[in-house]
């Protein structure tokens, strides 16, 4: 299809996600013919650098042949079946790797299809542990301001970015929702580097309020993604999992963007040295091929669901596409990759040659912050030094800097203020320089009045 036409029928009947469509009268939508490692590659041939990978869930580049041929093996066998009284050999062989690289003993793997319908498990299943625990009343639950968890109505409770979540409240569940880490705004003058979480008070004194009322606290570990890769450190973690231990509150842990190596370990949580009660994981798990997800949990929480049939104490929730093969084979195909090709083991360099690119950025006038957290880095763009003053919203920085990066060539797509990197794993060091090379160019460009 020609691009003029492509470009006609999508404006005609589709409604694209998280999206002002009125925007696409200045920048139409860029159809992508095909994908090459970290590269897409438009329908005239003009080349973009997925600096976000593809919306956090690409790990080994685009048009991967060891993944190309694990899903056309798979398709060849069966792509999908019903997964109830049903099981198969990618989703034993992906639930046994991953209950052996979690952290803790999380011996349990339910399979959902996407990161919104995980976390609806996890809260799901520890409201239910408790129901079924005697303590009916832990029917809560605790998240942070800033947290984002999902687009679906139980995750979006507990979420905190306002944006998304503001117009839906009245049909929102009620729950708490504690102050969470601001790093680059600490409001007790910290640096992340060397405080103790001192900013964990507030999660905590809600905890202790309310604690027969918790059935459980969610965060993501150490980067709060949607809320512009807000970077805090593990001893948040650590302090969270005492917390939970005393007051017997469940911990779920929200892996779905910072999981799969992201933060230069395969979980967020090993920086902490904790295992959640229920650990969520999705995004990368494919390597950016098919939407899956999973909860892992323990052997204790499964425990307290297993009995006989008319006890009515079963886990009752299902998807359609619950464990789906294709899927499934292409994370078993994942795991090997990381395994057989040393990827976190290449992480560092690249790591460093983020850290060496920091002074660059921070000299320019706009730039507040630039942080970094694995393989994840964000600039924090600000109006004035002085004071850490943020552009007003309604200027639209971040989505100019969207536009002056596609005209380079890269693919960044900042959130509000804060331009971030999170490239697939496998980018080369002469691709993740040309990277910084079109941010820093986009960025200056952008915030130059
Ligand atoms: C993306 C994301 C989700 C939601 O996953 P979807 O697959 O988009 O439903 C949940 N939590 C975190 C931390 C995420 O980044």
Redesign the pocket.
């Known amino acids: 299809m020609e691009r003029a036409e492509l470009l006609r029928l999508d404006r005609a009947h589709v409604w694209h996600p998280c999206t002002q469509e009125k925007d696409h009268e200045l920048l139409p939508p860029i159809p992508i013919a095909r994908g090459e490692g970290v590269w897409l590659i438009d329908v005239d041939g003009k080349r973009y650098l997925d600096g976000v990978s593809s919306?956090?869930v690409n790990l080994f580049g685009h048009n991967h042949p060891r993944l190309n041929r694990a899903l056309i093996e798979q398709a060849g066998k069966v792509s999908h079946h019903i997964f109830a009284g049903f099981t198969h050999e990618p989703a034993v062989e992906l639930a046994a790797n991953l209950c052996a690289k979690a952290p803790g003993n999380l011996s349990k793997v339910f399979f959902a299809d996407?990161?919104?319908?995980?976390?609806e498990a996890a809260l799901k299943m520890s409201f239910q542990y408790w129901q079924q625990c005697g303590q009916p009343h832990k029917s809560r639950f605790l998240s942070l301001r800033e947290?984002?968890?999902?687009?679906?109505l139980g995750?979006l409770s507990v979420g905190g970015c306002e944006l998304y979540r503001d117009v839906y409240r009245p049909i929102l569940l009620e729950g708490f929702q504690a102050q969470g880490p601001d790093c680059f705004r600490c409001p007790y003058g910290l640096r992340r580097d060397d405080c103790a979480a001192e900013c964990f008070a507030s999660l905590e004194a809600l905890a202790e309020a309310h604690h027969q009322e918790i059935a459980a606290i969610i965060v993501?570990p150490l980067i709060?993604?949607?809320a512009g890769m807000r970077i805090y450190p593990p001893i948040y973690l650590k302090k969270l999992r005492q917390l939970c231990d005393r007051l017997h509150i469940h911990y779920i842990a929200?892996?779905?963007?910072?999981g799969f190596g992201r933060t230069g370990k395969m979980f967020a949580n090993e920086h902490a040295g904790v295992a959640p009660d229920l650990l969520?994981l999705?995004?990368g798990i494919t390597g950016g091929y098919l939407?899956l997800?999973v909860v892992l949990t323990t052997e204790e929480i499964y425990q307290a669901f297993y009995d006989d049939f008319p006890t009515l104490k079963a886990f009752l929730h299902s998807h359609s596409y619950t464990g789906n093969a294709l899927a499934c084979a292409l994370a078993v195909e994942v795991q090997k990759i990381f395994t057989e090709e040393g990827i976190l083991a290449q992480l560092p360099a690249k790591m460093a040659q983020f850290d060496a690119a920091a002074a660059r950025f921070t000299a320019l006038d706009h730039v507040g912050e630039f942080r970094r957290c694995g393989m994840v880095a964000a600039i924090e763009m600000v109006k004035r030094k002085e004071g850490r003053i943020g552009y007003p919203w309604q200027e639209r920085r971040g989505y100019q800097v969207y536009q002056q990066a596609l005209l380079r060539g890269a693919l960044l797509r900042p959130l509000g203020n804060v331009i971030y990197f999170m490239p697939p794993l496998t980018i080369s060091t002469v691709e993740l320089d040309l990277l910084l090379d079109i941010a820093y160019d986009a960025l200056r460009d952008a915030t130059s009045p």
């Not at 929200?254 to 910072?258: G, H, K, T």
């Open positions: 919306w956090w996407n990161g919104s319908s995980a976390i947290a984002y968890h999902g687009e679906t995750a993501e709060q993604a949607a929200d892996e779905i963007a910072v969520c999705s995004k939407p997800s």
